[in-house]
């Protein structure tokens, strides 16, 4: 089965200093959505040491996109939200 298909996310955090980590990788949607709100949430998001967090699938797609001071920008329907 395709991996875009399988229902595996990943979860990256992007820094001020331009580095960035991968939190999760390869775990369903629900889990992949929590620990993006965590990550968008937390202290080092609210104080802009994050400045990005992004869910994607398993075809290297943007499913979700959060950004320090604008909230989030993708999917375009949840756009603003913190």
């Given at each position: 089965?395709?991996?875009?298909?399988?229902?595996?996310?990943?979860?990256?955090?992007?820094?001020?200093?331009?580095?960035?980590?991968?939190?999760?990788?390869?775990?369903?949607?629900?889990?992949?959505?929590?620990?993006?709100?965590?990550?968008?949430?937390?202290?080092?998001?609210?104080?802009?040491?994050?400045r990005r967090v992004?869910?994607v699938d398993g075809?290297?797609?943007?499913?979700?996109?959060?950004?320090?001071?604008?909230?989030?920008?993708?999917?375009?329907?949840a756009r603003g939200?913190?």
């Amino acid at each position: 089965m395709d991996a875009e298909l399988s229902g595996e996310f990943s979860v990256c955090q992007f820094f001020e200093d331009g580095s960035y980590e991968y939190v999760r990788r390869f775990v369903g949607a629900e889990e992949a959505v929590r620990a993006a709100r965590h990550y968008t949430s937390n202290v080092a998001a609210k104080t802009g040491i994050v400045r990005r967090v992004i869910i994607v699938d398993g075809g290297d797609f943007t499913n979700f996109e959060w950004r320090y001071g604008q909230g989030v920008t993708y999917p375009v329907e949840a756009r603003g939200r913190q």
